[in-house]
């Protein structure tokens, strides 16, 4: 496969962007590659600026549920650019959409539109705090919430209840707030509300963690969290960036029936530009200027292009059988590969329309699993698969995604592809 243009479309990007990348994954460093640059997107389609194809189950990190540049949200984006891109000022469209996220997720109740999932996390645990008036926030190990300074926090080596930054420059006293424990793990979420209850603010969860790779809660374990932050008068914030609309309409809260107290989802909400959003109960809300105390605020925030974009995705979710048909896929997709990896020390672990193979892993239930992983194997599968026309995730820790847009042509060869690799 020639990627001359690609190389040197990275050579000159060292050269005023770090690591010719805006966002660090893109680099494709751990899986030993050097990055693709795309030209353009259709369906499930890349193609490169080499002019390679590539069939797509990245997607974006999960944004394109529709498969790229659908002509009907691309409709609704260019209608919108027609009028003006940004305001400053409401629009009809942002009432519009948070109907419709409401409507799809009612816990809900109000709603309040911003430019990333890591200003929505950053903003529902500033309102949790101030809230609750405590200080303490509960992540899970593995569990990826944006990169707000509070929330760069790694378990801390033995000592339970101290955490370590992942980043530099983040302040020690900012980690402090912050307890990282294991996923899946009811004893250390028990003892640390025995120790600690009175202080913690909230508890935040990717219900179904993707971004360690796909892992499956326990049975149990989310009711646990309800259980557990409404007996403490704590919060429980389901960051729900990319299970929201992804797992079903009504995200992991639907498919376990939990309600939050606050939810945060991003990617699909936009339909593929800059937009997230969260929201939750009335009181909880009430508290966010300009009505409350809390303060939040956006230039381009509910921004005119996103949200019609936003809207018309939502609207196509909603018709009738989507899921179905999407579930549909996934449910002849997964056996198939399945049986292609059977024998072969590789886990497939799979919620709905996402799935993530662990290589050299029998059980993943947690972070500490999954870094036991052999991520040099993974790397090669990466690298062979893109070889083969393939664009997955790049990385072990990351989860791949179907879309309607997949023809069971293109999951038939990949399931060949990942047969011919072994
Ligand atoms: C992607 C993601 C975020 C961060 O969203 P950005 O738009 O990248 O800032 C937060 N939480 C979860 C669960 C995510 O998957």
Known sequence: MNREKSVAAYKEAVQYIPGGVNSPVRALRS?????????????????????????????????????????????????????????????LQETELAKLVNRHIPSMQKVRF??????????????????????LIVKFDGCYHGHADHLLVSAGSGVAGLGESSSAGVPSGFVACTISIPFNDREAVGRLFREKGEQIAAVIVEPVPANMGVVLPHDGFLQYLRDITAQHNSLLIFDEVITGFRLSGGGAQKTFRITPDLTTVGKI???????AAFGGR????????????????????????????????????????????????????FPALQDVIRGKDILLNRAGSMFTLFFKADKIHSFEDVKKTDREY?????????????????????????????????????????????
């Open 114 to 135: 911003v430019n990333s999932g890591t200003e929505a996390v950053m903003s529902a645990i500033r309102l949790a705090r101030g809230f609750t008036r405590r200080t």
């Open 31 to 91: 899986v030993g590659e050097s990055p693709l640059f795309i030209r353009r997107a259709k369906a499930t389609r890349l193609t490169d600026v080499d002019g390679n194809r590539f069939t797509d189950f990245c997607l974006s990190w999960g944004v394109f549920i529709l498969g790229h540049a659908h002509p009907q949200v691309n409709r609704a984006a260019r209608q919108a650019i027609a009028n003006g891109t940004s305001y400053g000022i409401p629009s």
């Open 269 to 275: 909400v936009g339909g593929g530009f800059p937009a």
């Open 378 to 422: 993974f790397a090669r599968f990466f690298r062979f698969m893109l070889a083969h026309n393939f664009y997955i995730s790049p990385s072990q820790f990351e989860a791949n995604f179907l879309s309607v847009a997949h023809t069971e042509k293109e999951l038939e060869r990949f399931t060949k592809a990942v047969k011919m690799f072994f």
């Open 282 to 333: 009335n009181d909880i809300m009430a508290l966010l200027a300009p009505d409350g105390a809390v303060y939040q605020a956006g230039t381009l925030s509910g921004n005119p292009v996103a949200m019609s974009a936003g809207i018309e995705t939502l609207r196509i979710l909603s018709e009738e059988g989507f899921y179905e048909n999407l579930e549909a896929r996934a449910n002849a997709f």
